[in-house]
Each structure stands twice: as structure tokens, then as C-alpha cells.
């Protein structure tokens, strides 16, 4: 899944390079800043598809949904960034969100709550190295070296992980790497032309895809800890955005 995935989205991604002078595209000043980002979402990648294959759907979307917290709180030793006592306060109310639908336990490592977890975190950590080669390199450099260090690295594991596809199945690792890359395009050039705190709650209408598809599809019904924790979460996601909005704005 994780070889597919990037490999295919270089289809998407050869349209939008070879429209312009693609050399000057992929111009960078910061390799070992795109090598941070590329093995952080790399692990992260690997930490959400494993996570789905073992825990409901909806679930590990929510947990996801607490990546604007960990952004924050890893944004201070990481960006040099000031976060005001209201931030921390909404990271702490978020927290306490994603320890409700997680609930620690003895049973925590086999639900694959904490791989989605700990995935959420190395997706903060991508986006934070996101932020910081915005800076200096174009989206689609961003998006190049991504993609063509996932395909490599992922495909060193395939001497030992292969599994042959059937026909349909390969189908779906294409339709995954086709959408995965159109998508990475596109919320790239969403961030670059417009603000954050009107594109971030585009990303948590993941959890009515996601819980449509669940029930639909394995017949999965979230718990009443899943959307109390989802609300907590999402709303501490949402002041998080509009604080940092409105502090840019005024600066």
C-alpha cells in the first residue's frame, strides 16, 4: 500500500511539473529539510494504513483530527513560534479529546489506536517541515521529493513484503496512488493561495466520509467515546486555526 500509493501519484504530479520549466521547479536550498519531511510522512503513511486495517475507520480518522494540536505544541522547539496560554489551553482540551477515543489501556498496542497516534504526530512533524520549506521551494518540489523518496524507500521493503494483486486489487493500489497524489496537489495549492483557518475545517468533514463509508461498507458504528472525543478534538483544532488566523492577521 505504501509503495502504490506514492508511485502512481507521480501520474497527477508529471502533469503539473511538465507545464511549466520543471527544472527550475524542482530547484531547492534545503535537502536535509525535504529528507526530514519525506521520512516523517513516510512513517506517518505507514502508521494511518496500518491503524486502518485494525480499528475501525472512523476512529483512526478522529485520532487524525488531532494533528492541529500536535502542530502547535511542536511548533514552539521546532519553528521558534510563541503559543499564548489560550493555544495551550486548546491543545490541553484537545489532548484530553484524543485520550477518550484512544482510552489507554492494556489492550492499546492490539487496537491500533497508539500507530495512529503516533502517525498523527509524525504528520505534524511533516507539516511543520512543509511550512518551513514553503519558504523557500515551490509546492511542486515539495510534493516531488515527497513522492519520489516514499517510492524508493518503500521499495526497498518489497523483496520481503510483496503480496501478487489480483486484478482488482490492483486496481484500487492504482486508484489509491491516482487520488492520494491529486489530493496532495490540490490541499497544497489550497494552502498556498488561500488562509488556513478557512481550509482546516474542509479536513474535518473527513469524519461524515468516514463514518458513511464505515458503516456502509463493514457495518462499523462509532462509540459514544469516538464523538465525544472527535468533538473535543475538532473544536480545540478549530479555536487553534482561527487564534492563528486572527494573530496573523493583526500582524
Known amino acids: 500500500l505504501v509503495f502504490f500509493r506514492p508511485l502512481f501519484a507521480f501520474l497527477p504530479l508529471s502533469v503539473v511539473l511538465f507545464r511549466g520549466p520543471w527544472r527550475q521547479q524542482l530547484v531547492t536550498r534545503k535537502p536535509w529539510a525535504h529528507l526530514l519531511r519525506c521520512l516523517a510522512g513516510l512513517t506517518a503513511m505507514a502508521g494511518f494504513f496500518y491503524s486502518y486495517s485494525v480499528m475501525p475507520l472512523a476512529d483512526a480518522i478522529a485520532i487524525g483530527f ?3 494540536i500536535f502542530i502547535t505544541a511542536l511548533s514552539v522547539p521546532l519553528l521558534g513560534a510563541k503559543v499564548g496560554i489560550r493555544r495551550w489551553t486548546a491543545c490541553l482540551v484537545g489532548f484530553a479529546g484524543v485520550l477518550i477515543i ?6 492499546l498496542l492490539q487496537s491500533g489506536a497508539l500507530f495512529a497516534l503516533g502517525a498523527t504526530v509524525c504528520y505534524a512533524v511533516a507539516a511543520i517541515s512543509v511550512r518551513r520549506l514553503a519558504r523557500s521551494d515551490s509546492n511542486v518540489a515539495i510534493v516531488f ?8 524507500v518503500s ?12 486484478w482488482i486489487d490492483l486496481g484500487l493500489l ?8 491529486t489530493a496532495q496537489l490540490f490541499m497544497t495549492e489550497a494552502f498556498r493561495q488561500g488562509e488556513v483557518g478557512l481550509i482546516m475545517p474542509f479536513e474535518y468533514t473527513a469524519m461524515i466520509w468516514s463514518v458513511g463509508i464505515g458503516y456502509f461498507v463493514w457495518q462499523e458504528i462509532p462509540g459514544l467515546a469516538v464523538w465525544l472525543g472527535s468533538a473535543l478534538v475538532i473544536a480545540s483544532g478549530l479555536y487553534i486555526v482561527y487564534r492563528e488566523t486572527t494573530l496573523k492577521r493583526g500582524r
Open 66 to 68: 488531532a494533528a492541529p
Open 102 to 107: 484512544v482510552q489507554p489501556g492494556p489492550g
Open 145 to 152: 521529493y515527497f513522492t519520489l523518496c516514499t517510492t524508493v
Open 155 to 166: 521499495a526497498g521493503f518489497m523483496p520481503w513484503q510483496w503480496v501478487t494483486p489480483d
Open 174 to 181: 492504482i486508484l489509491l496512488g491516482l487520488l492520494g497524489g
